[in-house]
């Protein structure tokens, strides 16, 4: 799946006369780009068939698990599959990148190591989907009122009446549950057996993050390096020497010729002074973290530098465009730039069905909890910094009126509470991508208790060992000791 642009609006003139916001909205945003982005590049194995023995299952969740006079409920739904599985066997539970893009993680049930250990031990796979995303609505519209439930504690507690339903089968009342996750569920995973440890016999947790925070400038720092040691000569020098190129033609009142030349439907700025140019920052940088998640030589080769350096233009900045495509947009079409026309879709587009809607839902999770905004850091690199963490902090009052503040005291006191990058858990493997640009939030080191392990796996990212789409015979050593700790692991 490659990053391509989503949002496109019909232009009014040929040449940008000021354009009303129309009063249809498109189906996405790039707001949401480092939400989506990690998902850019994510192939189905050529060999990929779905399994015939995968069952759809719903389970009654409490709305509100921490109120027992509450007694609303809602939906959640799971699918599982049991075709390895023998009476007693283990229990895989299997949790993706992100509560959304749910259809990526069925294919775990069917293909790759999630489902190679459930053939070795015959297990039963189970993934469920997160409360208020794609399955498991929890209300029919995204108010922030309705939102007050989304929150990791409560879905803590959906995986434990889950895993208590689970068991409470005969056939599966003495089997072992291994947590298995990705990124967001490798977090996920972790906290859960902090919290329950007799719920849970082990976790394999990739490429988790713990340690929220707005200032995040190792991010940046890391992509670029990246971009130095992997791209070709020169690359990382050019893309520098294009974002400058941009914030002088800012600084000079020659924007117009950008928007002309990328064509963007606004003017630059538009509505909201320095937010429009920190928007129009997030959305040259996207390309760059994106491919930077998902890390192999040949992506940074091929993709983030070979775009930039093989683009037919004259200038550096004009490749900026090129690498997304914002250069070949045919008339009447035009690129929705403006920060007060994404705001106020994000702000509008509260029905639960809408295509986008989980974007909304993600980002009201990062504001009030799970707050991982890569940003343009502390401006020393390549990508300058005219994209600070403030631009985030505006969208998130914007939007659910959680101010910067509150964001800041809120991330505090949930690594407080869950232990920050030093939790304490037993039987769990933690598996990194040497350059993820995040591995500074990962687990710390130090915390490893025994039975426990800690892997880092040269030359990646976050899109690693558990990647269906990679191939690389080193995975497959890391698997196998994953496999070896599980089977120790298990009864």
């Known amino acids: 799946m490659k990053l391509q642009l989503t949002i496109l609006i019909i232009a009014t003139t040929l040449h940008f006369t000021t354009p009303q916001i129309p009063t249809t909205s498109p189906l996405k945003f790039p707001i949401?780009?480092?939400?989506?982005s990690k998902f850019a590049n994510i192939q189905t194995p050529s060999d990929y068939k779905v399994s015939p023995h995968i069952t759809e299952n719903w389970i009654q969740q409490r709305i509100d698990q921490f109120n027992p006079q509450d007694q609303r409920t809602f939906s959640q739904y799971y699918s599982m599959n049991d075709e390895f599985f023998t009476p007693g066997g283990p229990i895989f539970i299997f949790m993706y990148m992100a509560p959304f893009f749910s259809y990526l993680g069925e294919m775990y049930l069917s293909y790759g190591p999630v489902y190679s250990l459930a053939e070795d031990f015959n297990g039963t796979i189970v993934f469920p989907h997160h409360r208020y995303f794609d399955r498991s609505l929890v209300f029919e519209e995204t108010t922030v009122e309705n939102l007050r439930f989304l929150s990791i504690n409560q879905a803590i507690e959906d995986l434990a009446h889950l895993?208590?339903?689970?068991?409470?089968?005969?056939?599966?009342?003495?089997?072992?549950?291994?947590?298995?996750?990705?990124?967001?569920?490798?977090s996920m995973a972790t906290w859960f057996a902090q919290k329950y440890p007799h719920l849970v016999t082990g976790i394999w947790a990739s490429n988790g993050k713990f340690s929220p925070s707005f200032e995040q400038p190792e991010v940046v720092q890391i992509v670029e390096q990246q971009l130095r040691d992997f791209g070709s000569p020169g690359c990382a020098d050019r893309i520098e020497n294009a974002f400058n190129q941009i914030e002088d033609m800012i600084a000079n009142n020659q924007s117009n010729i950008i928007r002309r030349r990328f064509n963007f439907c606004f003017p630059i700025p538009y509505q909201n002074g320095d937010l429009d140019v920190m928007y129009l920052y997030e959305l040259l940088t996207t390309h760059f973290y994106a491919y930077s998640l998902v890390f192999e030589k040949s992506y940074i080769a091929d993709y983030s530098c070979g775009r930039f350096m093989n683009?037919?233009?004259?200038h550096d900045w004009e490749a900026l465009g090129a690498v997304i495509g914002l250069l070949n947009l045919p008339?009447?079409?035009?690129?929705?730039?403006?920060?007060?026309?994404?705001?106020?879709?994000?702000?509008?587009n509260i029905h639960a069905d809408w295509e986008m809607a989980h974007g909304r839902t993600y980002l009201y999770l990062e504001c009030v909890e799970y707050g991982f905004f890569y940003n343009s850091g502390d401006g020393t690199s390549i990508f300058g910094s005219k994209f600070p963490s403030e631009f985030y902090k505006h969208v998130c009052e914007d939007v659910f009126g959680i101010t910067g503040e509150q964001m800041e005291l809120n991330y505090q006191r949930f690594t407080t509470s869950h232990g920050g990058r030093q939790p304490v858990v037993r039987n769990a493997y933690f598996t990194y991508g040497a350059v993820n640009p995040w591995i500074h939030e990962g687990i710390d080191k130090a915390s490893i208790v025994n039975s426990s392990y800690y892997e880092s796996i040269p030359y990646r990212s976050v899109h690693a060992e558990l990647s269906l789409d990679i191939q690389d015979p080193h995975f497959a050593e890391v698997r196998r000791r994953v496999f070896s700790a599980i089977r120790r692991w298990l009864r």
């Not at 689970?166 to 490798?186: C, F, M, Q, T």
């Not at 008339?331 to 509008?348: D, W």
Request: glycine letters at 4%.
């Open 331 to 348: 008339f009447p079409i035009c690129y929705p730039n403006s920060f007060s026309y994404q705001l106020e879709l994000i702000k509008e």
């Open 311 to 314: 683009a037919q233009v004259e």
């Open 32 to 36: 949401f780009n480092h939400m989506t």
């Open 163 to 186: 895993i208590v339903d689970l068991k409470s089968h005969e056939s599966r009342r003495d089997s072992d549950v291994i947590l298995i996750g990705w990124d967001y569920g490798a």
